[in-house]
């Protein structure tokens, strides 16, 4: 007589209520797609940020007051003159450390803990499954109830973060209202800074913990006209938070990509005023 199934053999792809069958999925479709377009994408962001945010070189073009995303706000002594409007408490850093390092985890940590992006990695990093009705190779399933996944219940504290981080990046947009005589300005640097800051508010603000903020706990909406107001938007933009995750991917990269290349001089920004 054989020994009776252990607790993880009777669990997730071992589970007796699933049907026995040898292959890992009967889809013939081209399942595997989108989790490796998914790995793919964040591995392209993750390790063009990482590059940018170290090598602390044409991050700020002083004559137009464009400052990249990535290093703002810069708080310490070893930024260039004129990118540290809040001032630089932090002294000089040594250069293992990325200037922007105060900000970097909590966007980092908000992006992680987005529940766009959870179900992106669980299923394209993570195999959890990596697609419908494709079994996963895991042999037991704790969900988010046990460390370290329990952590993703920050959230909405890093969503309190991000939107301090998007007043930052609307300053810097303002400020990029620069003209090189020191006056008012526009220029294409000006406008990829506006669009991108208008696109993080719409990522932020579709956050399912904003959708809770402005929206949750109400028993009666007919009693909270305003918060139901408010909700409804903000439900009509968590819509596209998939699509918002991915587009303001891109515009943080465009915009710090322009900004390396106006700064180090390898372009000229096109101006349309002064
Ligand atoms: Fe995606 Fe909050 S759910 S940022």
């Known amino acids: 007589m054989s020994a009776p199934p252990t607790k993880s053999e009777n669990r ?4 007796p ?10 889809r013939t479709d081209r399942w595997w797609q ?3 377009l998914t790995v793919l994408g964040l591995a392209a962001f993750v390790i063009y940020a990482s590059i940018r945010s170290w090598v602390r070189t044409a991050y700020f073009a002083e004559e137009y007051h464009y400052l990249t995303p990535f290093y703002s706000p810069c708080l310490s002594d070893s930024c260039v003159p004129g990118s540290s409007d809040f001032g630089t408490p932090l002294g000089e850093l040594p250069m293992i450390i990325p200037l922007g390092f105060l900000v970097l985890p909590f966007l980092l940590g908000f992006r992680l803990t987005c529940y766009y992006y959870r179900k992106a990695y669980y299923r394209s990093i993570w195999l959890s499954p990596p697609a419908c009705a494709v079994a996963e190779p895991h042999r037991t399933y704790s969900g988010e109830t046990r460390l370290p ?3 993703q219940n920050v959230h909405r504290y890093f969503f309190y ?10 300053y810097d947009a303002i400020r990029a209202f620069h003209g090189a005589d020191g006056g008012f ?3 294409l640097g000006t406008l990829i800074l506006v669009g991108n800051v208008i696109l993080l508010w719409a990522y932020t603000v579709s956050c399912h913990s904003c959708r809770h903020v402005v929206g949750g706990r109400l028993t009666h909406f007919s009693k909270h006209p305003v918060r139901y107001w408010l ?6 933009l968590n819509a596209r938070h998939m699509q918002l995750a991915w587009t303001t991917l891109a515009t943080l990269m465009i915009t710090d990509f322009y900004v390396m290349l106006v700064s180090s001089g390898t372009l000229s920004d096109l101006r349309l005023v002064n």
């Open 12 to 15: 997730g792809v071992a589970s």
């Open 17 to 26: 209520r699933r049907a026995r069958i040898a292959e890992r999925t009967l």
């Open 34 to 36: 989108a989790p490796l």
């Open 149 to 151: 996944l329990i952590v």
């Open 161 to 170: 973060v991000a939107v301090v981080v998007s007043l930052i990046n609307t």
């Open 185 to 187: 300005g526009i220029g």
């Open 231 to 236: 909700w409804t938007q903000v439900s009509k």
